[in-house]
């Protein structure tokens, strides 16, 4: 699985190299090796890096920071019980748009997957779900063509295998370079989730910072039930658009999960630490067995 | 110019023919109604039903004004979330009644507010785009102007999309595009160039299904040439998507948007 490769993004755990080096500059400088501090953009602290668990919350204000898929995968399901789905899918250029096979190796470099989201299926707490995981190192989670057809053919297997579908989204919207096909992407990513809920199957979204634009508008707010995590920001438009269209400050926590919850958009607001207890709960509380020993 | 800015321009101007009058020239014994049913009334909506030379219809189409006084009454057609809830109730109704939708699209794109964003801009886009791709009733979805991203794309899911000569659509307006991929809004005809907007392209890669011819002397000059063809084009294409078996509909309407994407495994 590609999916555990390489990840140069992050630099949390710190790889060989950066460890050398930091080993290298601690020796000639008197200064603080690079990697192992790192500062909280929420309440602007400086953090030991090993005091950040695999749940990458800050350990001063308990911001929860950007994760990629496999780490999400590590904190959400099941050890070993994960399965990718259309691990190779690649974007190709339907726009012509000039240099886009370069934007897509610089995110793929970045991100250290293919593309925008990562999907499959797996269990939580024993509990099997279609799971759809979207990286935000990618091109900031924009939706294309591979974003949609993955995350629709995810939903048609949990259709077709009368399963649960999981979904964290975090995106900055349509991805421009594709143009209207990446448009489309909403609706056909909609029309899948309408015939998961036909067939009477549960779906959750699990709102993580940020969702905006066109993934806002159509699969995360259609969620069954919709779990945001802490302080992510939620919206359709963004904030330098509402400012220049209404020429207005806004209002503090505008947009936030704290604001959505408020506004009646948003189920409920779980901590990261307990996100995979929670959703474990739903899944037992949606199946059969799960009735009965209830 | 380019041929994709002077498409932008026309479907932008002020004078161009708007929903209302569009409704006027095809159907008859129109009765708007108004609100969402739970929020308020949006008059950058206008829906109600009609008759389509006997059959009744549900119209539903996005409004623009033709003067400032007109336009801060529709909100320029920048939809709020209670516009396209009201949109959505008359296509509900429109499926109790097996009435066909007709939806009319001009807008720049939904309103970006702070209202709008507290009453859910995002949800209310995404259950249109749900619904509508499982409404028990045939739609058919004409962009008679401006198509400005989720905010069109909320009325358009339909069995056949159609688009006047001069019309457009796109994932975000030139403007947008130049500034946020090349931080240069100067270059906004090649930005329009480039996003393939126009009918012509949108016909090519199967976005839209027809396209409809407009006057050399402008629309907003001669309205009945190009509702002449739509009123024919209508006249062959609603009762064949009435006799159409509910399930083949929903079906084709399915694959209709499930093909987008070019993508390599």
């Known amino acids: 699985m590609n999916l555990f490769g390489k990840k140069s993004y992050y630099s949390l755990d710190g790889n060989e190299r950066s460890k050398k080096n930091d080993r290298r500059r601690a020796k000639s400088e008197p200064s603080i090796p690079d990697g192992m501090w790192i500062k909280c953009n929420t309440c602007k602290a400086i953090i030991y890096k090993k005091e950040v668990t695999e749940y990458k919350l800050c350990p001063n204000c308990h911001a929860h920071f950007r994760m990629s898929p496999a780490e999400r995968i590590g904190i959400t399901l099941d050890e070993d019980s994960f399965q990718e789905f259309d691990a190779n899918m690649v974007a190709k250029n339907p726009m012509d748009y000039p240099d886009y096979e370069e934007v897509i190796r610089k995110a793929q470099k970045k991100s250290g997957i293919k593309e925008g989201v990562v999907t499959g299926r797996g269990k939580i707490r024993g509990f099997d779900t279609v799971i759809a995981i979207m990286d935000s190192h990618y091109m900031m989670g924009s939706m294309g063509s591979v974003v949609g057809e993955k995350v629709t053919r995810a939903v048609e297997y949990a259709t077709e295998h009368r399963l649960p579908i999981i979904i964290f989204t975090t995106s900055g919207g349509a991805r421009m370079q594709e143009g209207i096909i990446s448009l489309m992407q909403m ?26 634009g066109g993934v806002s508008a159509s699969f995360a707010m259609l969620g069954d039930i919709i779990l945001s995590e802490p302080k992510a920001l939620i919206g359709f438009a963004g904030q330098r658009v509402i400012k220049g269209t209404i020429h207005q400050d806004l209002p503090e926590g505008f947009q ?28 037992r509380l949606h199946c059969p067995q799960g009735r009965e020993e209830a | ?50 008759s389509f030379e006997g059959t009744p219809v549900t119209v539903v189409g996005i409004q623009k004004g033709h003067t400032l006084e007109e336009n801060l009454k529709c909100n320029f057609g920048a939809p709020n979330p209670e516009g396209y809830r009201k949109a959505l109730r008359l296509m509900k109704q429109a499926e109790k009644f097996h009435r066909p939708v007709i939806t009319l699209i001009n807008t720049a794109g939904a309103f970006c507010g702070i209202g709008a964003e507290e009453r859910g801009q995002g949800e209310a886009i995404a259950k249109n785009l749900l619904e509508m791709s499982r409404l028990k009733t045939p739609i058919i979805s004409i962009f008679i102007g401006e198509g400005g991203s989720g905010g069109a794309l909320a009325l358009a899911v339909g069995d056949t999309v159609w688009m006047l000569e001069h019309g457009m659509y796109s994932v975000l307006s030139p403007e947008g595009f130049a500034s946020i991929l090349w931080r240069d809004s100067s270059r906004v005809a090649e930005a329009a160039d480039l996003m393939k907007m126009t009918s012509g392209h949108l016909l090519e890669n199967h976005v839209v299904d027809r396209v409809f011819k407009e006057p050399e002397e402008g629309l907003e000059h001669n309205l009945s040439y190009t509702t002449d063809q739509l009123r024919e084009a209508l006249r062959e294409t609603i009762p064949e998507l009435m006799e159409m078996e509910q399930k083949e509909l929903l079906q084709k309407r399915y694959e209709r948007f499930r093909k987008f994407g070019e993508y390599a495994e």
């Open chain 2, 1 to 50: 110019m380019s041929d994709a800015m002077k498409s932008v321009g026309i479907a932008r101007m002020i004078e161009r023919p708007n929903t209302k009058q569009f409704i006027r020239e095809l159907f008859k014994d129109f009765m708007e109604f108004h609100g969402d049913r739970l929020f308020a009334d949006d008059g950058a909506i206008v829906g109600g039903i009609a």
């Open chain 1, 187 to 212: 609706a056909k990513v909609s029309e899948a989730l309408g015939r998961h809920d036909e067939a009477g199957l549960l779906y959750v979204t699990v709102l993580t910072d940020p969702t905006t």
């Open chain 1, 256 to 283: 936030r999960a704290e604001f959505q919850l408020e506004h009646g958009f948003v189920d409920r607001i779980v901590h990261r630490e307990k996100l995979r207890d929670e959703l474990g709960r739903i899944l």
